[in-house]
């Protein structure tokens, strides 16, 4: 609908236009709107010519409105296809009159018209028609009058029309349809690689119309392919410059014919290829042009050959060459021929240029290049054109270095290689010189020959890939068989090519390497080296592989000298390399060349590293320098100063180059584990070749040249290690060949070689036995024989084949550091993968084994470091045949003399392996059986010692039968333990023997429990018994002679030897302490096992013979021997008794022991045999305390036996001793030690007498003589009261010794201990031994007269003050108190306290003694102790409820009165001298009168109330004693000062009568009137009665000066009056 709105718009123009001048063209165009509107479609618009008539009527009239608008309805109708075909005809004639016209306007549209016609289904198919159509267009063309844009726009419809006329030809000859477009004469990309990439990818629909299998050749052509054929013609014919014959044109322009010829035979390939009248044409025609055109001649008809004419001409050339060489074989060849010769003839630079395009762009097209080599080059008959092409590019390439610009032309080359890389065009300045324009002329030249020379080589890499993917070739990935042929096309077409060319290439590239340095020339030919190499190497083209990869080393280091040399290349004679020589102490300098050619040869190493093979070596080398320029100080990365471009390098890229080639270099090797076997190893023998070679240069000195070899060996040492470590996986087939250069580099004479050796084989050995199939342990089970067949053989080959190089390496060097270095690597071997080995231990234990007979001492330590970590840690991954080898090894090194300590470490680990070996002796533990069984029975009954003995021997046998399963071979390893350290135990070595000793013992002593019957008692017969039989016999036998310690230099002509100690200088001595440690060890087995050997067979007569071993030590050995002796049998039974599971003989025996040697003590004496002395005793007291409960009387008696003739033997010597040393005895005082411990149990109870009475004979004991104490004249002050009367004693006790026993100290030490038992024992035993032991105390508390410096009183005062407290309190809580005892026992008891409180505390106490020399400290504790008994007896005993007669509590009050009478009793003249301390006691004896007569905050009880009564009474009359004495002394003083101790006498008796309150049957007792008692009874006032006592006393102290006491009196008689109710009376009242 929109073609109709747009034709009825145009009418209504054309009707409005024509509506003066043209009314028929008006009506017609009216008439034709009408028309217009019954139509609906261009269908019904063709096949009504009303419409297209009135469009031709108004061109007709030829004004330009009208024919302007006609022609373009004329176009809307044809593009619409709204015309018939019939009428194309007169639409030609109506535009070949408009094209006649002047209007440029209407030309135009007149070209715009035929070009819609040749688009349309009116496209000419009549020769007429055609003609008339392209005739319009050739007559704007040739018209000289038109415009240029008339022109233009005609040539452009001409061309187009061409095209559509071919395209018709195809289509009418159903022709393949697509076209090749050409990328050479297309904006070439930025790089060759890249460009080469873009011209394979468009090659692919060249290569499916070419070769067009099912389409034929044919003669015969349509109609429409004829009018092409002739229209082809005639361009062919006008390009020579002829006539067109056919389109009637005189001339066509020469330049624009061939453009046309050009576009057709690049785009219509199919047509010149099935169609053989144009394939004629095209032979014969136009090769003809183009071969005439292309002659050198300036001139051509008369023509001015311009330079685009022969570009037309080349292009021409190369789409002939390129598309239909191989159908016009000849005329190619010739074509080819004329260029490469047109490359070196004196020509204009522009046409070389033209030409060297061309032939670039054949080189970087690979299926042109390949169908020329296919045609020529591989045709026997044909010329080597490509050949020629490379060597003519070569010779382009190689003209730079005859240049006398060639530096400016070679940086002008990089420009331009910059900028293309930079996807911008490379152009000159504008202002540039003419000789700047040459220069750049003959870089672009050059930059062309490079790039084709670089296409050539792309093509072959890129044909060689494509032969490898069509299956042709080998896979640089798949492994090389060399035997190998190839016989594909495409393989064989590379392989031709290489041959042919390689050389030719390697010179220019290399010669332009060489003097190009910007960035981007040069990745450009590197990348070319890679793709020619890896091409030469997937090809397996040894020498021009070789010859590469040589020519690109030279280029990876920039040496500082750029010294290189030649050598000859593996199998490839005749070709050149650079051995790079790097002297670390030169800087090393890396280009940026440097840096990219080394990482292009990292590449190519990368692609072929399964197929490099042999020349690996080329490689290897380079890769050594680069390391040893990577860990050079020296070495930098910097800029490369040129005039062209260059990489812009910042400081921090120094670094990252090395980095990043350092990495490259690891992940080269890394990458072996994606490499084959064989490749493997053609790598390691290329790295073992290279090192050998360096090798055989390297001497022992060290020269710059010598540690540039020793870094290149390290180099091929470190790779093979890291191919090995990336190879675990299949390291087999490779293991010898790296090790085996290993073990040639430990036998060098360089000791830095040796060395890089030890630590390679190191390296190598952990990392196979630390990869993943040495991960899992073998099965291993130790109680049965192992299935080694099981186990995978490669594993069992690559373990044995690892750890034998260790063997084959120590076993066949003779160099000590080399064997060193084999200990050292095993070592390390067992530390870090010793649980992983299974198949190779028989072979390291016997290395191990014959170390430990080196006389080299470093040789031993490393080999038993391998054996400490064994038996530290691999025990568990051992074969159970190999522990009996590695027993034996250990042996081997406790046996070595070369190293004490390792001896020692040895013996220890015996005791590792058999904490190994006895996890498999799965012995029940009889130990623990048998002491369930015995506390089960011991409920119900105690069995004696012989049937206890004939239980566990039932025990063990029954266990024994029901364990001696599967443990036969754990026996013997573990006997085979025993019986080294049983000879280890009579070495000559003390260390050694003693330390094998303390280890036999200790495995025993873990490992009992395990053991059975059986090899108990093969233990006890052949191992325990025979080592304490030897040691007792050396150390009786041994020599006493001293020794000399180690000489360890001289003095004065002297030898100076090391000081030995005197314990250890002679050998008995030294066999002592081997004894001491075998009786120590029988010791703990007995501790821990002796109820299990109880019950073994005949061990009782064992037992027997250990007791004379043990007698026998005590009298005959060192003191050392005799204890260990004694706590040997000690430990046996002291460790079991506790548990009851001792049999009584056992015991018995152990007491016989003990009691015979006391009763030897006549000959036995000393230093040693007081020590012995005092270990029984401490070991008697510890196994009664133990086993009391086994005991009966007469082993108790039998004990009691033993102490007293230790305690007797010891009084003969104490008083000497005492006197000397000044303590007890070391006897006695074990004696008084154990004397606690010694209480009888509960059934000895009648044993306390014994003991009680036995150890109080070693008291002193004293005769008593009555005579007047001296000095004592008391009067008593209330001697005139009938009924209180208390008569004053007259007499004293004068102690004189009659006998002694013990010392001093010794009764010093006892009486506490004896007190302590006292307290302990049994009621009845107590009461009866009470009076004995006071009088005993009371005895030795008399001393205090004779020696009142000395600690025996003080020692039994506070004895006697303890035992009489404690017992009192024990009374008052219940305790004894049902204990019916009789009344005369009560009373001697009583009896005995009350002489010894008399005597001691009113003869001995608050006196002033003649010993005025004690210090002030001893005074004190004198004084304090006093003031103890004090408050002993006045604030416990006496006011405890205790059953004491009458009489004794009236002894004991009249002893404290009696004692507080000392201060007032004194004449006043004496008071003044008296010591303060006696002041004191008398006070305080007071003052416990005035509390036992006070009621305040007491219990109060009958006894209670009794000893109130009676101090009251004693209380009153000796404070009105007091108070009457005062007064008498103040009067007879007159002016004089009282002195002190009396005034606070009195003032201290006046404050506690103010204070007294007493209790009111306290009051019955007070001489008072009874109408008094009966007045203080009823208003309950009698708690002060006391007062009234003492009322005329007070009065009469009114009067005294001091003022003090009238204040205290005044209080008192007030005291009074409220007593008697008198405050309440006066005169008010």
């Not at 063997?807 to 095993?826: H, M, N, P, Q, W």
């Not at 399963?965 to 000559?988: C, I, P, R, T, Y």
């Not at 204990?1379 to 009896?1391: D, E, F, G, P, V």
């Amino acid at each position: 609908m929109a073609l109709m709105a747009a034709l009825e718009a145009d009418l209504r123009a054309l009707s409005a236009e024509a509506r003066r001048r043209y009314p028929s063209v008006k009506d017609g165009a009216e008439h034709a709107i009408l028309k217009l509107r019954s139509l609906s479609s261009a269908s019904e618009l063709s096949s009504n010519d009303d419409i297209l008539r009135i469009f031709l009527m108004a061109c007709e009239v030829r004004n330009v409105k009208l024919s302007v608008i006609g022609l373009s309805c004329l176009q809307k109708l044809i593009s619409h296809d709204a015309v018939e075909p019939s009428s194309l005809k007169e639409i030609l004639s109506t535009l070949k009159d408009h094209a006649e016209m002047a209007e440029e306007n209407i030309q135009l549209k007149t070209l715009q018209t035929i070009l819609i016609i040749f688009q349309s289904r009116l496209h000419p198919e009549t020769e007429d028609n055609m003609v008339l159509g392209l005739g319009i267009c050739l007559r704007l063309l040739d018209n000289n009058r038109s415009s240029p844009s008339v022109y233009n726009t005609a040539a452009a419809t001409f061309r187009q029309a061409v095209a559509l006329i071919f395209d018709q030809v195809v289509s009418s000859e159903s022709l393949p349809t697509r076209k090749f477009s050409s990328s050479s004469y297309a904006a070439r990309s930025g790089s060759v690689s890249g460009e080469f990439s873009q011209n394979i990818s468009n090659s692919e629909p060249l290569e499916k119309d070419i070769l067009c299998g099912s389409l034929a050749t044919r003669e015969t052509l349509s109609e429409t392919g004829k009018l092409g054929l002739r229209l082809l013609e005639d361009l062919t014919a006008s390009a020579a410059g002829g006539s067109a014959a056919w389109l009637h044109v005189a001339f066509l322009p020469r330049t624009f014919a061939l453009e046309l010829i050009e576009f057709v035979l690049s785009n219509y390939i199919s047509v010149f290829k099935i169609l053989i009248p144009y394939e004629q044409v095209l032979r014969h025609q136009i090769c003809s042009l183009l071969m005439t055109s292309l002659r050198t001649s300036s001139e051509l008809e008369g023509e001015t050959v311009e330079p685009y004419f022969r570009r037309l001409v080349l292009r021409s050339v190369a789409h002939v060459i390129r598309l239909y060489s191989s159908s016009l074989i000849t005329e190619c060849e010739v074509f080819l021929s004329m260029l490469v010769k047109a490359t070196f003839l004196d020509l204009p630079l522009w046409h070389r240029i033209l030409v060297l395009e061309i032939l670039r762009g054949f080189c970087v097209e690979a299926r042109t290049l390949q169908i020329l080599f296919q045609n020529f080059d591989m045709h026997p008959k044909n010329t080597n054109v490509v050949e020629g092409i490379v060597k003519a590019l070569a010779r382009v390439v190689s003209s730079v270095q005859f240049q006398e610009t060639s530096e400016e032309s070679l940086a002008a080359v990089a420009g331009m290689f910059s900028s293309k890389a930079k996807g911008i065009e490379w152009i000159l300045d504008n202002d540039a010189s003419s000789a700047a324009v040459l220069v750049a002329s003959e870089a672009h030249a050059i930059t062309l020959a490079i790039e084709g020379l670089l296409g050539v080589v792309f093509t072959v890499a890129t044909l060689t890939d494509e032969a490898v993917d069509l299956g042709e070739l080998e896979s640089p990935r798949c492994e090389h068989r060399p035997s190998t042929e190839y016989t594909g096309k495409t393989a064989l077409l590379c392989i031709s090519m290489v041959d042919s060319l390689w050389l030719t290439i390697l010179d220019s590239l290399s010669l332009i390497l060489s003097r190009s340095h910007g960035e981007a020339i040069v990745l450009e030919i590197l990348k070319g080296y890679q793709a020619f190499t890896q091409a030469c190497g997937v090809l397996h083209a040894v020498e021009p592989l070789n010859s590469f990869l040589a020519s690109l080393c030279r280029f990876t280091i920039l040496l500082p000298s750029d010294v290189e040399r030649k050598s000859s290349l593996m199998l490839s004679p005749g070709s050149k390399r650079s051995e790079v020589q790097l002297d670390q102490k030169d800087n090393i300098v890396l280009t940026p060349k440097n840096v990219q050619a080394l990482r292009t040869l990292f590449n190519i190493a990368h692609r072929l590293q399964n197929v490099l093979g042999p020349s690996w070596v080329l490689v290897l080398e380079t890769l050594s320098a680069l390391d040893r320029a990577i860990h050079s100080p020296h070495a930098t990365t910097q800029e490369v100063t040129t005039t062209g471009p260059k990489l812009t390098r910042e400081p921090s890229r120094q670094f990252s180059d090395f980095s990043i080639l350092s990495s490259l270099n690891s992940q080269l090797f890394e990458s072996s584990a994606l490499m084959h076997v064989s490749a493997i190893k053609s790598l390691l023998s290329a790295l073992h070749q290279l090192s050998l070679q360096c090798m055989a240069e390297t001497s022992g000195s060290f020269s710059s040249a010598s540690s540039q070899k020793v870094g290149s060996i390290r180099f091929s040492v470190d790779r093979m290690i890291s191919i090995l470590v990336n190879n675990l996986h299949r390291v087999e087939p490779l293991w010898e060949e790296v090790v085996g250069h290993f073990l040639e580099l430990a036998e060098h004479s360089n000791q830095n070689l040796r060395d890089m050796a030890l630590d390679a084989l190191d390296r190598s050995i952990c990392a196979v036995l630390g990869s993943e199939q040495f991960g899992a342990d073998p099965t291993k089970s130790r109680d049965s024989t192992l299935d080694v067949e099981s186990k995978p053989t490669e594993l069992r080959s690559i373990e044995c084949a690892v750890l034998s190089s260790l063997r084959v390496l120590y076993f066949s060097t003779e160099k000590a550091d080399v064997r060193i270095g084999s200990l050292k690597i095993l070592l390390h071997v067992l530390e870090r993968c010793g649980e992983k080995l299974y198949y190779s231990w028989p072979g390291i234990l016997e290395m191990l084994r014959s170390v430990a007979d080196a006389s080299e001492k470093d040789l031993v330590t490393l080999g038993f470091q391998s054996l400490r970590v064994i038996m530290s840690d691999g025990l568990p991954t051992l074969p159970g045949d190999c522990l009996h080898v590695c027993i034996d090894v250990t042996g081997a090194y406790c046996n070595q003399k070369t190293e004490l300590n390792i001896s020692l470490t040895a013996i220890g680990l015996l005791w590792t392996m058999s904490d190994f070996v006895a996890k498999g002796l799965r012995h029940e533990s009889v130990v623990e059986k048998e002491l369930g069984l015995k506390n089960a029975e011991s409920t119900s009954k105690q069995p004696n010692g012989e049937e206890e003995e004939e239980h566990m021997v039932n025990l063990s046998e029954k266990t024994e039968n029901e364990s001696s399963l599967e443990v036969v071979n754990h026996e013997k390893l573990m006997f085979l333990a025993f019986s080294l350290l049983q000879k280890l135990g009579a070495d000559e070595r003390p260390e050694v023997r003693n330390s094998a000793v303390r280890t036999f013992f200790q495995i025993l002593g873990s490992h009992g429990n395990k053991l059975s019957k059986r090899m108990w008692e093969n233990c006890l017969w052949n191992y325990i018994f025979p080592m304490l039989d030897r040691a007792s016999h050396k150390a009786a036998t041994s020599s006493k002679d001293e020794w000399q310690g180690k000489e360890i230099g001289t003095r004065g002509g002297k030898a100076v030897h090391m000081l030995i100690h005197h314990s250890r200088n002679t050998a008995q001595k030294q066999w002592d302490e081997t004894f001491v440690l075998v009786l120590g060890g029988i010791a703990r087995i007995f501790r821990s096992f002796f109820p299990l050997l109880i019950g073994l067979r005949n061990f009782w007569s064992g037992w027997e013979s250990l007791l004379d071993f043990v007698k026998n030590s005590i009298f005959n050995g060192s003191k050392e021997v005799a204890l260990a002796a004694i706590n040997c049998l000690q430990t046996a039974v002291v460790s079991h008794s506790v548990k009851g599971n001792l049999p009584v003989r056992y015991l018995n025996s152990v007491m016989d022991v003990y009691e015979l040697v006391f009763q030897k003590s006549s000959s036995y004496s000393g230093d040693t045999a007081t020590n012995v002395k005092q270990e029984i005793l401490h070991g008697l007291g510890e196994l009664y305390v133990q086993s009391k409960k086994m005991f009966d009387d007469k082993m108790y008696m039998q004990l009691l036996a033993i102490v007293d003739l230790a305690i007797k033997q010891a009084m003969i010597d104490s008083e000497n001793f005492e006197t000397e040393f000044g303590h007890v005895p070391p006897v006695l005082r074990m004696v008084l030690e154990i004397l606690p411990s010694l209480g009888p149990p509960e059934h000895l109870s009648s044993m306390w007498l014994i003991l009680l009475r036995e150890f109080l004979h070693y008291l002193p004991r004293f005769d008593f003589v009555a005579s007047n104490e001296e000095g004592e004249a008391e009067q008593s002050s209330t001697g005139e009261h009938a009924n209180g009367v208390v008569t004053e004693k007259k007499t004293a006790i004068r102690e004189t010794p009659t006998s002694r026993i013990g010392g001093t100290m010794f009764a010093e030490k006892l009486i506490p201990a004896l007190v302590e038992l006292l307290l302990q024992a049994p009621a009845v035993e107590k009461y009866i031994l009470f009076p004995e032991i006071i009088q005993t105390l009371g005895r030795c508390m008399t001393s205090r007269r004779d020696n009142p410096d000395g600690s025996l009183w003080k020692v039994a005062a506070e004895g006697f003050n303890r035992m009489l407290v404690e017992d009192v309190k024990r009374c008052a809580v219940g305790g004894d108190m049902d204990l019916k005892l009789s009344k005369t026992a009560r009373t001697r008891i009583w009896k005995e306290v009350g002489d010894v409180y008399e005597i001691f505390l009113v003869g001995y106490c608050g006196r002033a003694l003649s010993s005025n020399s004690l210090p002030a400290a001893a005074l004190k504790a004198n004084e304090t102790l006093e003031m103890a008994l004090l408050n002993g007896l006045g604030d416990v005993i006496l006011k405890s409820n205790v059953d004491a007669p009458r009489e004794v509590l009236e002894r004991l009050v009249s002893t404290l009165d009696r004692c507080a009478s000392r201060t007032c009793s004194l004449p006043i003249e004496t008071v003044e001298l008296m010591p303060p301390h006696c002041s004191r006691f008398s006070l305080t004896c007071l003052q416990k009168l005035f509390s036992l007569s006070s009621d305040e905050t007491e219990k109060w009880h009958a006894t209670r109330l009794e000893v109130s009564k009676i101090s009251i009474m004693l209380l009153m009359e000796r404070c009105e004693y007091i108070l009457r004495r005062f007064l008498i002394d103040k009067n007879n003083l007159g002016n004089r000062p009282i002195p002190t101790a009396r005034l606070e006498e009195i003032v201290y008796v006046l404050q506690e009568l103010d204070r007294l309150t007493i209790h009111p049957d306290t009051t019955s007792v007070l001489p008072l009137k009874p109408f008094l008692r009966t007045i203080l009874r009823e208003d309950n006032r009698d708690k002060r009665s006391h007062l009234l006592v003492l009322f005329p006393a007070l009065c009469e102290l009114v009067v005294s000066r001091e003022t003090e006491v009238r204040e205290l009196v005044q209080v008192l008689l007030r005291g009074i009056a409220t007593e008697l109710g008198l405050e309440k009376v006066s005169f008010t009242q």
